[in-house]
């Protein structure tokens, strides 16, 4: 029988690779998030070279309700989850505490821990039932250390890193895995979206040496998720060989 994957923020960077990565390795897909257009792309370009099944949900993990809702609304064959990769999250501003723009915060709050709890809440009861799945956050070498300009940020990944754990320990009885995948700093919409748009400041963060991509972290995903039954992977820390930490980045 297929296994079914349930991938948030699909609509760029790691969670559509994560999803192209999935759909080749075998498995059906929910994508989800808020860009109906990105979805829709994404659906086409994977049947181009996959067969399998794609129900797009377009979701914003911020809206208690509306998650809550679509995922309750699943027709029943799509609610036999295998694997929910927790990828939705953002960074917004590069601003000290003391002059933190306060929208900036809710919206790292709302995404990168209200996001994934209200996803894990509504998702973690359909795998309870069955007694089996796979729980895989995507967080951050943020959840690890804290860097300047990254105060709320880096709050938000700790926060997403210790759930994690929490959510290890809760789901144990279910046999239910949970893992997370810490990236250190990966080329995507990311830096984009943390410049408010600002593309010169963007490439600047990726400049004089070679990063992590998208597809980078979509094996490792898919290597946690493949594991045979008896194995979990707890926590993988992912850097660019440039990187040794937050801070230190050898560039040319």
Not at 45 to 72: G, T
């Amino acid at each position: 029988m297929t296994k079914i994957a349930f991938i948030t923020g699909a609509t760029a960077g790691i969670g559509e690779a994560c999803a192209k990565k999935m759909a080749k390795v075998g498995y059906d897909l929910i994508i989800s998030g808020r860009r109906e257009e990105n979805l829709i792309r994404l659906k086409e370009e994977i049947l181009k070279e996959h067969q399998c099944n794609i129900y797009k949900l377009v979701l914003d993990v911020r809206q208690q309700e509306e998650v809550f809702e679509k995922i309750n609304s699943l027709p029943e064959e799509w609610k036999k989850i295998d694997l929910l990769v927790n990828n939705a999250g953002l960074a917004v501003g590069v601003s000290a505490i003391q002059d933190g723009i306060v929208d900036d915060w809710e919206r790292m709050i709302d995404t990168n821990i209200k996001g994934l709890l209200y996803i894990t809440r509504a998702v973690s009861p359909l795998m309870i039932e069955r007694k089996q799945g796979h729980i895989i956050n995507v967080t951050s070498i943020a959840g690890k250390e804290v860097y300047p300009g990254g105060n709320v940020y880096c709050a938000t990944k700790h926060a997403a890193d210790a759930l994690t754990k929490g959510m290890r320990i809760d789901m144990l009885p279910h046999n239910i895995k949970v893992s997370s995948v810490a990236p250190g700093m990966v080329e995507t919409e990311f830096s984009i979206v943390r410049f408010k748009g600002n593309k010169d400041k963007a490439d600047q963060v990726y400049n004089g040496f070679t990063p992590l991509y998208a597809e980078d972290i979509a094996e490792t995903v898919e290597f946690i998720a493949t594991r045979p039954a008896h194995v979990n992977i707890n926590d993988i820390l992912i850097m660019p060989t440039a990187q040794a930490s937050a801070r230190d980045v050898v560039r040319n």
